[in-house]
C-alpha cells in the first residue's frame, strides 16, 4: 500500500469534487465459480482500491462530503475464518491502514444511507459491473437492482475519473514494476518460441514466469498464431516454421497497475519478406503515433496519423489504393485495422472502462465516432501529463471481413481486392506499447522489450 495519506487525500479531493451528499463505493466481493466457496480468484475494484488500497472481499467505504466523515464498513473476520482461511485483520486494522476514522458493519452502512435518503440527500455511486455489486448497492439504497444500473452518478464519475487519469510517480513506478515482469516474460517467450511449440506450453510456461515473479496476469493473456483474431483466447494449435505468433498480455504490479504490452513474433526467428513488409509499417505506423503524442495534443490525432502511415504502407504494397488522406478520412484503412490506436492504462488494464468508455477518453470537446474502426477509439481527448496510454496499431487480414466487404463493394476505390486474395491466410500483426505523458512529451515504458525485425531475430536465435 501507499501511504495511508494518499488514500486519504485522494477521498478528500473526491468529495471536494462532488462537493454535496455522500459517496458510496462498494469494494468488489468474492464471486463462487460453481458454487459459492469455490470462487474466483479475488480482483479489487479498481476505484476502491484507488481510494483505499485495501485488497480485502466485501467491503464499503462511505463518505460524506459535507461533513467529511469517512465509514469502512464490511465482515469482521471471525473464527471460522480464521479455521478456514488463516488469521486476518480486524476492520479496525483495516480502516487504520488506509487513513479513515470509523468503522462499521454493513448494518452500519445501511443505517447511514437510510438516514441520507430519508433526509433528501443524493448518496453517488459509479456504474457497477458485477451483480453482486448492484444488488449489495440496492439493498443499501432500498433501490430497485434495475433503478441501481441506470442511477449512477455523472458527477462521480467526473471527479474519478479527472484523479485516476493523472498518475503520479508513485503510481509509474507500479506500472515500470509490472512492465518490468512483462519483459521478463517477452524474453522468455522470444527464448522459447520455435516451431513445434504447442501454443499451450507456451501459455503454460509464461503463466509460470508470472507467478514465479509474484505477480498475475491484469487480463487474460492472448497468445495465439492467429492473430486476426484480435482478442482471441483460445490456445490450441501448434507454431509452424514461417507462422506469426501474437502475444498481447499484461500484469499486475503488487498495487495492482497493469502493463499492457504486444509483440508479434516470427516463429523460426525470421520473418517471411512478406511478413516482414506489413511488419515494418506497424512499427512506422506505432513509432508515428507515439511521436505524434504531447500534452494538448488530441490522441484523436495520433489515432489518424497512424492510420495515415497503415494507408501509405499498404498503398505502397499494392493492397489499397488512392489519396491515404481521403482514404483514412473514409475509413478504409479499418478493413485493416478496425480498433482504435489505444487506451488509458492504470489500475484497470482498460484504465476505468466500468466508468464508461465516453467519459474517460471523450469530453465536451471530442464525441465518439460513428464510423467503423473509428467507432472503437477508446481515447481521442488531448492529451496531459501523467496520462499512461498504449500505443497499439495493427494490421489484420480477417477473412470473413474482407469477403464481406468485396461483396457490399466498400470502398473499392481504395481497397485492391483482387490483390488481397493471397492475403487471406495472412493472419496479423499488432505491436503495443506503454506510453507515459510528461511535460516535455512522452517516455515509452516498455522500450526494453525488443521489436525491431533485427532485435526479434537476435533473441529468437536466428540471425536477421
Ligand atoms: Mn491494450
Request: net charge negative.
Amino acid at each position: 500500500m501507499f501511504d495511508a495519506t494518499i488514500y486519504a487525500a485522494r477521498r478528500a479531493q473526491a468529495m471536494r469534487s462532488v462537493g454535496k451528499g455522500c459517496i458510496l463505493l462498494p469494494g468488489n466481493d468474492l464471486l463462487g465459480m460453481n458454487y459459492k466457496a469455490n470462487e474466483y480468484p479475488f480482483r479489487q475494484d479498481g476505484s476502491f482500491s484507488y481510494f483505499t488500497g485495501l485488497d480485502t472481499p466485501g467491503l464499503c467505504l462511505w463518505l460524506d462530503c459535507e461533513s467529511g466523515e469517512e465509514v469502512l464498513c464490511g465482515p469482521e473476520p471471525d473464527l471460522m475464518h480464521t479455521i478456514w482461511s488463516g488469521p486476518a485483520p480486524s476492520l479496525g486494522e483495516l480502516a487504520e491502514r488506509a487513513g479513515v476514522a470509523r468503522h462499521g458493519s454493513a448494518a452500519d452502512v445501511e443505517e447511514l444511507c437510510r438516514k441520507a435518503v430519508g433526509d433528501g440527500r443524493e448518496v453517488h455511486h459509479l456504474p457497477q459491473y458485477q451483480g453482486d455489486g448492484v444488488l449489495r448497492l440496492a439493498r443499501f439504497l432500498g433501490r430497485a437492482p434495475g433503478e441501481i444500473e441506470t442511477g449512477f452518478s455523472q458527477r462521480l464519475i467526473e471527479a474519478v475519473v479527472e484523479l485516476r487519469s493523472l498518475k503520479d510517480e508513485a503510481e509509474v513506478a507500479e506500472i515500470r514494476r509490472a512492465v518490468a515482469v512483462s519483459a521478463d516474460m517477452y524474453a522468455e517467450l522470444m527464448a522459447s518460441c520455435r516451431p513445434g511449440t504447442s501454443e499451450m506450453e507456451l501459455y503454460g510456461r509464461l503463466q509460470g514466469l508470472i507467478l514465479s515473479r509474484g505477480s498475475r496476469e491484469a487480463f487474460p493473456m492472448i497468445l495465439s498464431r492467429r492473430g486476426e483474431v484480435l482478442h482471441n483466447h483460445t490456445h490450441d494449435q501448434i507454431l509452424r516454421q514461417g507462422d506469426l505468433l501474437l502475444v498481447d498480455s499484461g500484469v499486475c504490479s503488487p498495487l495492482g497497475y497493469a502493463s499492457d504490452i504486444t509483440r508479434t513474433l516470427p516463429v523460426g526467428g525470421a520473418f517471411t519478406p512478406r511478413q516482414r513488409d506489413i511488419y515494418e509499417i506497424v512499427l512506422h505506423a506505432q513509432a508515428v503515433g507515439i511521436a505524434c503524442m504531447a500534452p494538448g495534443i488530441p490522441f484523436l490525432d495520433c489515432h489518424l496519423a497512424a492510420a495515415r502511415v497503415m494507408a501509405e504502407g499498404l498503398s505502397a504494397l499494392g493492397l489499397m489504393r488512392g489519396n491515404p488522406d481521403v482514404a483514412v478520412a473514409a475509413g478504409a484503412h479499418a478493413l485493416f485495422c478496425p480498433h482504435g490506436l489505444g487506451h488509458m492504462l492504470g489500475l484497470d488494464v482498460h484504465d476505468m472502462e466500468s466508468l464508461g468508455e465516453d467519459n474517460v477518453g471523450y469530453d465536451q470537446e471530442f464525441r465518439r465516432s460513428g464510423q467503423f474502426g473509428l467507432s472503437g477509439l477508446r481515447m481521442a481527448r488531448r492529451l496531459r501529463p501523467g496520462f499512461v496510454v498504449t500505443v497499439e496499431p495493427g494490421i489484420y487480414f480477417i477473412p470473413d471481413l474482407i469477403r464481406l466487404w468485396r461483396e457490399q463493394g466498400r470502398h473499392e476505390e481504395f481497397i485492391d481486392y483482387d490483390a488481397l486474395e493471397p492475403y487471406l491466410d495472412f493472419g496479423g500483426i499488432r505491436i503495443e506499447d506503454d506510453v507515459l505523458v510528461t511535460e516535455e512529451g512522452t517516455e515509452v515504458l516498455s522500450s526494453a522489450i525488443p521489436k525491431t525485425a533485427g532485435e526479434l531475430a537476435e533473441r529468437m536465435g536466428r540471425p536477421a
